[in-house]
């Protein structure tokens, strides 16, 4: 049990569009979910916190306006990037805390790399 | 604020041998949860072994143990009888607290030989 998905996989766009990444608990109701990003041979960098029925929380230094969350059910959160450039190009790993859980495991999606032209 | 740190940016090992992966971790919190997890080429996070700060015993998880030394505040994992395919990222992570999202530290990349 304990699924995570994300939809895409991977994705390339062109400068200035919109893309929307999906991440969905499978098996699991996830209250919270966490939206990260990662560089090549970096580590993880929180870019959010996921709360359902209300507004995400950001951490510092990233723009709530490019980085749209909506967390509209117990078991999806979406995340926008809004105006895509080649600098927003990168991997982005969304992960859920499984409601109920004795401890504040994640589970994580398998992750989805952008690429902006 | 929480910190960790891994020293190691990489290590080599030869299979069916140990190694132990270095994990300090920094935080004013009494409460807090230590992770381990791996992260393969292909990019996905998973789950290794978790240790409390109350626990009292060191956690094990199969071939892996968390040598929890809460005094030196390090976390470090240990791999035993390593196999080709446990060659990946491994980061260590911590979550303080009632909240749940996680600091990560930078990552040893591990690499088994034959």
């Known amino acids: 049990g304990a699924v995570v998905s994300q939809h895409p996989s991977w994705v390339i766009c062109k400068s200035g569009t919109s893309v929307k990444i999906e991440c969905r608990s499978l098996d699991f109701q996830a209250t919270t979910m966490f939206w990260y990003r990662q560089f090549p041979k970096q580590s993880l960098m929180l870019m959010a916190t996921?709360?359902?029925?209300?507004?995400?929380?950001?951490e510092q230094g990233v723009e709530k306006d490019k980085f749209l969350i909506n967390h509209a059910s117990l078991t999806l959160s979406t995340l926008t990037v809004t105006s895509a450039h080649p600098e927003d190009s990168s991997f982005y790993i969304c992960s859920a805390n499984r409601d109920g859980n004795s401890y504040n495991e994640q589970f994580f999606g398998p992750g989805t790399r952008l690429t902006v032209l | 604020a929480q910190k960790i740190t891994q020293t190691q940016p990489g290590m080599f090992v030869q299979e069916k041998e140990a190694v132990t992966l270095d994990c300090t971790y920094d935080?004013?919190?009494?409460?807090?949860?230590l992770f381990w997890y791996k992260q393969p080429s292909s990019g996905e996070m998973i789950f290794l072994i978790y240790?409390?700060?109350?626990?009292?015993q060191n956690a094990t998880e199969g071939r892996y143990s968390l040598n929890f030394q809460k005094a030196r505040k390090s976390a470090n994992l240990v791999i035993s009888a390593s196999q080709l395919g446990d060659s990946a990222m491994y980061f260590c992570a911590m979550s303080t607290g009632t909240a749940s999202k996680l600091t990560f530290g930078t990552g040893t990349r591990l690499q088994v030989t034959l």
């Open positions: 935080t004013s919190d009494p409460s807090y949860g």
């Open positions: 996921s709360n359902e029925g209300s507004k995400a929380t950001y």
């Open positions: 240790q409390g700060s109350y626990d009292q």
